[in-house]
């Protein structure tokens, strides 16, 4: 019987994750603009769901600021406001310094790799939409804090960077991602040195620069149908737990 609750449990976990994991890209990547209902009966029903699991997931976004939970259980896209975002980057750039000053020099061979891969793969997306760009350059800093394997760094960097990231998407002026590439690749490589003073330095420079390049520039409504528009996430979620299960299985 213990055993038997434990994986509904589990199960009831996972798919919380993967109906976050769809939705934060969709509202990061703007395709859920800010203000947009998120009905409990219409994601479970895209996601082959109850409304508690959804309603749990809503709950989830709701702490990473991604969603704003109404009254009568409405739930919507958040719209972030701009007079709080320095706020949000400042207090950003502190977590992250502590996320760095507990990895510099202590990073494995596998972590770097890790890492590097990561930045490998904003390069290639850099010439693809910016909403996109800046939804991988945020996983590289959650990536650095999951590193720490502290629960409470992962947590608040987490729920800080998204918070951050959803107003780069709505407010950012259009720039090259090329120059966070290349901070993040001098992170990386100050890490691995162990120059714990220089890779301080760096992450405070770097999200300082990431948010100077933060500019009020809404964009239009273009009101699709919420099914429609997670289509394309639900699907890719759905062929990564796929590819899981048949790599669990070789």
């Known amino acids: ?3 038997k609750r ?19 890209r969709a509202i990061i990547e703007q395709a859920l603009e800010p ?9 479970g029903e895209r996601f082959g769901v109850s409304r508690t699991i959804a309603r749990h997931a809503l709950g989830q976004l709701a702490a990473e600021g991604l969603v704003e939970l109404r009254r009568n259980r409405i739930a919507v896209v958040a719209t972030p406001s701009w007079q709080e975002a320095r706020d949000a980057f400042d207090i950003r750039i502190e977590l992250e310094r502590l996320v760095v000053r507990q990895l510099a020099g202590r990073l494995t061979k596998p972590q770097i790799a890790a890492l590097k891969a ?12 910016d909403a996109v760009s800046i939804r991988l350059a945020t996983e590289f800093h959650i990536l650095l804090a ?10 608040y960097v987490s729920e800080v960077a998204y918070r951050c990231c959803l107003t780069l998407s709505m407010f950012s002026r259009p720039h090259s991602s090329e120059c966070a590439i290349n ?12 120059d714990t003073a220089q890779v301080m330095k760096l992450m405070h420079s770097h999200l300082d620069s990431v948010a100077n390049r933060a500019l009020v520039a809404p ?11 997670l289509a394309p996430y639900a699907d890719d979620e759905d062929s990564a737990r796929n590819g899981r299960a048949r790599a669990a299985a070789e």
């Open 1 to 3: 019987m213990t055993s």
């Open 6 to 24: 434990t994986s509904k449990s589990g199960d009831g976990s996972d798919k919380v994750g993967t109906i976050c994991r769809a939705l934060r």
């Open 35 to 43: 203000g947009a209902k998120l009905p409990e009966d219409a994601l």
């Open 118 to 129: 990561h930045v490998d793969a904003e390069d290639a997306a850099r010439n693809g939409p």
């Open 146 to 155: 999951q590193m720490t394997n502290s629960p409470i760094l992962v947590r």
């Open 183 to 194: 901070e993040h690749r001098q992170l990386i490589e100050a890490l691995a040195t162990g």
């Open 219 to 229: 964009s239009p409504p273009r009101g699709r149908d919420l099914l429609e528009i």
